[in-house]
């Protein structure tokens, strides 16, 4: 998980999030070697496709999904397969 992932997932789950972080707690031990999950999202900045899109993140973190299937236009979401591919 990169930087910006990690700060990504922070923002739209942040229950989450903080529970793997109440882990590292726990356990006394950090999931990245460096430093805890909260100081590595600090590193990082939320996708701008996240902020300027919370209608769809919403939408994909439903249970269910509502919309119609387009794939005539389809690209890459942002983060797809790492930092490298897929609008920022």
């Known amino acids: ?10 923002h739209i789950m942040p229950e989450r999030f903080a529970a793997l972080a109440s882990l590292e ?29 919370p209608d769809l993140v919403a939408r994909a973190l439903d249970h269910q999904w509502h919309g119609p299937i387009v794939t005539s236009r389809w690209v890459l979401p942002a983060g797809a397969f790492g930092e490298i591919a897929g609008p920022g």
């Open 25 to 53: 707690r726990q356990f006394g031990c950090t999931m990245k070697r460096e430093c805890g999950l909260n100081q590595y999202a600090d590193r990082g900045t939320v996708y701008t496709a996240t902020l300027a899109r």
């Open 1 to 10: 998980m990169s930087v910006d992932q990690a700060a990504t997932l922070r």
